[in-house]
């Protein structure tokens, strides 16, 4: 079975720093890109960002580069998100995502649970 | 950025009828590679969204053929034949053709 478990969600202040983790099984980890897309509390999805197969491209929202890290390794079939310099904006439950194809960037087919991020002092 | 404009905002829809999603991209979603890429999810209450339909109208695996997609350009439609209890949740659409992805506002669908 196919599956994306997130974890390292917790409650931090603003301007704190957090890294959130991504655990893949069911699939080989290393054919596909990867997604971090968050969802503010009852409020729309937003993709956040983006990290190719071997991890040698990386994209990210204006709303979070210079602040957010992607990164993975997939000797560990893991995914990761370092968030610096996080704002009361920044709350929001963060999914990992996988991308539908291997051979570019597209859409995701696969979604983990969600781990929930809260900025607030 | 793609904007992606979905209506209605919400619907309420009796079990057994059918229900309509309209989703409007602020350009052509038509790569030069001749695919088109607009996706629909469902986010079911509590739960992360699921793929419904990817390139405007092709179900993705387990999806019931009640769920039909269509559209060209700019312009989509999601349609329900015949609407579920199981299907209430937000629908989202959402562009793949360029970075950032972008996703409609969504559409709450409710059970009369």
């Known amino acids: 079975e196919v599956q994306l478990v997130e974890s390292g969600g917790v409650v931090v202040q603003p301007g704190g720093s957090l890294r959130l983790s991504c655990a893949a099984s069911g699939f080989t980890f290393d054919d596909y890109a990867m997604h971090w897309v968050r969802q503010a509390p009852g409020k729309g999805l937003e993709w956040v960002s983006l990290i190719s197969w071997d991890g040698g491209s990386t994209y990210y929202a204006d709303s979070v580069k210079g602040r957010f890290t992607i990164s993975r390794d997939n000797s560990k079939n893991s995914l990761y998100l370092q968030m610096n310099s996080l704002r009361a904006e920044d709350t929001a439950l963060y999914y990992c995502?996988?991308?539908?194809?291997?051979?570019?960037?597209?859409?995701?087919?696969?979604w983990g649970q969600g781990t929930m991020v809260t900025v607030s002092s | 950025d793609i904007v992606m404009t979905q209506t209605p905002l919400s619907l309420s829809v009796t079990p057994g009828q059918p229900a309509s999603i309209s989703c409007k991209s602020s350009q052509s979603l038509l790569h030069s590679d001749g695919k088109t890429y607009l996706y629909w999810y469902l986010q079911k209450p509590g739960q992360p969204p699921q793929l419904l339909i990817y390139?405007?109208?092709n179900r993705f695996s387990g999806v019931p053929d009640r769920f039909s997609g269509s559209g060209s350009g700019t312009d989509f439609t999601l349609k329900i034949s015949r609407v579920e209890a199981e299907d209430v949740g937000v629908y989202y659409c959402m562009q793949s053709i360029q970075l950032p992805r972008t996703f409609g506002g969504g559409t709450k669908v409710e059970i009369k």
């Open positions: 390139e405007v109208s």
């Open positions: 995502a996988k991308d539908m194809t291997t051979v570019s960037y597209d859409a995701f087919d696969i």
